[in-house]
């Protein structure tokens, strides 16, 4: 805006060009002749042009007052906006930038005009940046990226890059908003150190209920083995007998021979299966046989539930598809049900010597399962006509530490554990029914063609 003095001398010098330009006219005879009447008519005229010009000179003038104050309000925005803003030129020189861009960088605003922005680019970003900008200079159009950069200090900080062109088809400049986003990449690696620690703990916690377990099952493992090893116990001396009578006939000894081989047989399959259930190992999802797993958990439970007066009883639909999932974590979830299970039936047959505990797994298949909308679904059920869990409490059977049983008989975090497997399998576990006719809990789980692989690589989902 210029000042009075500057405007002063513009109209000053204006007035003589008009008036010399006037005389030139008058001696060369270009003005018309006038008579008195067009003279005061002319002096009218030019009166009232003077008002209006007076008049348009003001709103000029109130006009530059407001875009001055205008401009000092957008000055203020750009120098204190909470981002760096920078114009930089299509070779990544600097041309103008704010104080907040001056501050992120460390350093005097006037000292950073002409310099390569890649100076404050960490050498790990260079590849980063380069590429950001050679594809906003030949796309023109917006581009974000986020850089690993150091102040001139040498003092390093993470920034977001949000890059635009400056204005289409007439300059080639580029512009750049900078945000520091170092605290908010703190804070995701400590939520990842924090997930690995958790992912730790629960993978320990699971290992835990396990041998738990294993412990709530070793008088009936050691029956199901001591079982077998009496019979080939029997067979062996009465072999041996009958080679030292020299009695034995040969169809006789293959008949025991064949019984040992049987039970030994069953034997490894029990002692195997302890070893795997056991073992402590990071999740292997592959295609699991929801069937064959519920086959190999009976293998370890039957016999004992049967020595109980816990009448089993299974319903599995042949030629069921399998699941992608972790054998060893859905055995673990099947166990824990039925033992659970045999807790329940086992508390009222000690009540109610006429009672008979039934134990009851089925297993179904549907391109929909009903209540959750997952597509492609096997549905395992596990039913028991023990007793029914109270309703005011469950909806607190799968939180963690949550027990029905007495002090030292349960850790409260079988059903936890087992919600977050089946959550980590992208499935449900819910209990259906539960009453006086007993409990009845169903596991959904999506066959294998379902991409699960991302829901195996995440931490199991325990807590909830």
Same mark, same amino acid.
């Given at each position: 805006m210029k000042d009075s003095r500057t405007d002063d001398s513009y109209y000053s010098e204006l007035r003589n060009k008009a008036e010399i330009s006037l005389l030139k006219q008058s001696a060369a005879g270009l003005l018309p002749e006038m008579t008195m009447e067009k003279i005061a008519h002319l002096v009218h005229e030019l009166q009232v042009h003077q008002i209006e010009l007076e008049m348009q000179n003001e709103e000029i003038r109130n006009t530059q007052v407001e875009l001055e104050i205008s401009r000092k309000h957008y000055t203020g925005?750009?120098?204190?906006?909470?981002?760096?803003?920078?114009?930089?030129?299509?070779?990544?020189?600097?041309?103008?930038?704010n104080l907040a861009g001056a501050s992120l960088l460390g350093a005097e605003r006037q000292s950073l005009t002409g310099i390569p922005f890649s100076r404050f680019v960490f050498p790990d970003s260079q590849d980063i940046w380069y590429l950001h900008h050679l594809d906003i200079s030949e796309k023109r159009k917006h581009q974000t990226c986020e850089l690993k950069m150091r102040k001139k200090d040498g003092s390093v900080f993470y920034a977001r890059i949000v890059s635009a062109p400056e204005k289409e088809g007439i300059t080639e400049n580029i512009c750049l908003i900078v945000t520091d986003v170092t605290e908010e990449i703190k804070m995701e690696e400590e939520m990842h150190r924090t997930r690995e620690e958790m992912k730790n703990l629960q993978s320990q916690l699971a290992q835990t209920s396990k041998m738990a377990a294993l412990g709530e099952m070793a008088a009936g493992l050691a029956h199901e083995l001591n079982q077998p090893l009496t019979v080939i116990r029997v067979n062996t001396q009465?072999?041996?007998?009958?080679l030292r009578e020299n009695t034995a006939e040969r169809e006789e000894?293959?008949?025991?021979?064949?019984?040992?081989?049987?039970?030994?047989?069953?034997?490894?399959?029990?002692?195997?299966?302890?070893?795997?259930?056991?073992? %402590?190992?990071?999740? &292997?999802? %592959?295609?699991? &046989?929801?069937?064959?797993i519920?086959?190999?958990t009976f293998l370890m439970m039957g016999q004992q539930l049967q020595a109980g007066g816990i009448q089993l009883k299974q319903s599995l639909c042949p030629d069921i598809p399998p699941v992608f999932g972790d054998a060893v974590q859905l055995e673990q979830v099947l166990l824990n049900l039925i033992l659970n299970a045999r807790d329940a039936l086992q508390s009222r047959m000690n009540t109610d010597s006429l009672f008979k505990g039934l134990l009851e797994i089925g297993t179904g298949y549907g391109p929909v399962c009903r209540d959750t909308g997952i597509r492609d679904c096997i549905e395992v059920t596990v039913r028991d006509n023990g007793s029914g869990i109270p309703e005011e409490i469950r909806e607190k059977i799968f939180n963690p530490f949550f027990t029905t049983k007495a002090v030292g008989s349960g850790t409260g975090m079988g059903l936890s554990i087992a919600y977050g497997i089946i959550r980590n399998h992208g499935g449900n576990i819910e209990l259906s029914e539960s009453g006086p006719a007993g409990n009845?809990?169903?596991?959904?789980?999506?066959?294998?063609n379902r991409d699960l692989r991302k829901a195996a690589a995440d931490p199991p989902y325990f807590f909830h």
């Open positions: 925005l750009y120098d204190f906006a909470p981002a760096g803003y920078f114009t930089i030129s299509n070779k990544g020189l600097i041309i103008q930038l009465m072999g041996l007998e009958s000894l293959i008949r025991m021979l064949e019984s040992g081989e049987k039970h030994s047989t069953r034997m490894m399959d029990i002692i195997e299966n302890m070893l795997a259930f056991s073992r %402590q190992s990071p999740a &292997d999802f %592959q295609s699991a &046989d929801i069937n064959r519920i086959e190999k009845l809990f169903t596991i959904r789980l999506p066959v294998k």
